[in-house]
């Protein structure tokens, strides 16, 4: 054999350098293959659990009650409210697809509360009112009417009304104020049937038929939508009412009642209206309270409302 170069050497010596570096490197790959796994399978426990504590941890879902997603959104809707301020048609819409939501058990109610039971004897029956909340820029309540209950025609000046039946069948009547109509002189067409004190304003029919629940949420504005109403039970039932602002004396909201009579009773100068228009007609006078109305109240017992 002849003699190694050095040539010879340092290219053994590579060759077995790039072997041992080739061996060192494969090992410490399995080393680092072996770690990666380890580690993987460490941080998957670790993730595993972490999710596992943050779920333990996370507090449940708060369940919102619809009255409290009413009382909620008419603090929105009304939050600018003030005598004849109407609510914009998005807010208004807002509150009316809340309320079309509501059902009786949603506000502890049930036709089989005692005072939707029928009256014993032959009068009046009486109201029940279930306070809700008021604040000076709304008011929730709900009206619980025996059959043949009645809240007689009553006015809501500068206010914007909702009422949701809830169940049961109510008569609604209701009118609009004619304006540029005289109003202050008027005699009896019907000497028999003379008012005493004839002070009468013409009105428009805006609402006169039975509403059965459910149905949607009727919606009455300062001048229009009916804003003097008449509620009669046909059935047993529950209204409730959202009235942004609500009655206020001291503001000049106050509930007025009335009488009304057909457009053919009085004879005003100055005011007509088509012969085929006339049944769609009343002329409305002011009274006192009626005597025989009793409206009491009651403990709401639905849902708690959280004012926050």
């Given at each position: 054999?002849g003699?190694?170069?050095?040539?010879?050497?340092?290219?053994?010596?590579?060759?077995?350098l790039?072997?041992?570096t080739?061996?060192?490197t494969e090992d410490k790959?399995?080393?680092s293959?072996?770690?990666?796994?380890r580690?993987t399978t460490?941080?998957?426990?670790?993730?595993k659990?972490?999710r596992q504590?943050?779920?333990m941890?996370?507090p449940?879902a708060?369940?919102?009650?619809?009255?409290?997603r009413?009382f909620?959104?008419?603090?929105d809707?009304?939050?600018?409210?003030?005598?004849?301020?109407?609510?914009?048609?998005d807010?208004?819409?807002?509150l009316?697809?809340?309320l079309?939501?509501?059902q009786?058990?949603?506000?502890?109610l049930t036709?089989?509360?005692?005072?939707f039971?029928?009256p014993?004897i032959?009068?009046a029956?009486?109201?029940?009112?279930?306070?809700?909340?008021e604040?000076?820029?709304?008011?929730?309540?709900?009206f619980c009417?025996p059959?043949?209950?009645?809240?007689?025609l009553h006015?809501?000046?500068?206010m914007?009304?909702?009422s949701?039946?809830l169940?049961?069948?109510m008569h609604?009547?209701s009118y609009d104020?004619?304006?540029?109509?005289?109003?202050?002189?008027?005699?009896a067409?019907?000497s028999?049937q003379?008012?005493?004190?004839?002070?009468?304003r013409l009105?428009?029919?805006?609402v006169?038929s039975d509403?059965?629940?459910?149905?949607?949420?009727s919606?009455?504005?300062?001048?229009?939508g009916?804003?003097?109403?008449?509620?009669?039970a046909?059935?047993a039932?529950?209204?409730l009412?959202?009235l942004?602002p609500?009655?206020?004396d001291?503001?000049?909201?106050?509930?007025?009642y009335?009488?009304d009579y057909p457009?053919?009773?009085?004879?005003v100068?100055g005011?007509?209206v088509?012969?085929?228009?006339k049944?769609?007609?009343?002329?409305?006078?002011?009274?006192?309270?009626?005597?025989d109305?009793?409206?009491?109240?009651a403990l709401?017992?639905?849902?708690e409302?959280?004012e926050?």
């Amino acid at each position: 054999m002849g003699r190694a170069t050095l040539a010879d050497i340092k290219e053994k010596d590579f060759g077995e350098l790039v072997k041992e570096t080739k061996t060192n490197t494969e090992d410490k790959n399995k080393v680092s293959n072996s770690n990666k796994n380890r580690n993987t399978t460490s941080d998957r426990r670790g993730k595993k659990s972490r999710r596992q504590h943050r779920k333990m941890m996370m507090p449940a879902a708060v369940v919102v009650s619809p009255v409290q997603r009413l009382f909620d959104t008419c603090k929105d809707v009304f939050a600018l409210s003030g005598t004849g301020i109407v609510p914009t048609p998005d807010k208004i819409e807002q509150l009316r697809a809340v309320l079309d939501e509501i059902q009786p058990a949603d506000v502890g109610l049930t036709p089989h509360m005692p005072f939707f039971s029928p009256p014993v004897i032959r009068q009046a029956p009486p109201i029940t009112y279930l306070h809700i909340h008021e604040c000076e820029k709304f008011s929730m309540g709900i009206f619980c009417l025996p059959p043949s209950g009645v809240l007689p025609l009553h006015n809501h000046p500068g206010m914007t009304v909702f009422s949701k039946l809830l169940f049961g069948t109510m008569h609604i009547k209701s009118y609009d104020w004619v304006v540029n109509v005289p109003s202050n002189a008027s005699t009896a067409v019907d000497s028999s049937q003379t008012v005493q004190h004839p002070e009468v304003r013409l009105a428009k029919v805006k609402v006169d038929s039975d509403f059965t629940s459910p149905c949607n949420t009727s919606i009455l504005y300062p001048a229009d939508g009916g804003n003097m109403h008449c509620f009669t039970a046909v059935t047993a039932c529950a209204v409730l009412d959202v009235l942004g602002p609500p009655y206020s004396d001291p503001e000049g909201r106050h509930c007025t009642y009335y009488y009304d009579y057909p457009f053919t009773k009085f004879s005003v100068d100055g005011a007509t209206v088509p012969e085929e228009e006339k049944d769609k007609h009343a002329w409305l006078q002011e009274r006192e309270k009626p005597e025989d109305l009793t409206v009491v109240g009651a403990l709401y017992t639905g849902p708690e409302i959280v004012e926050n």
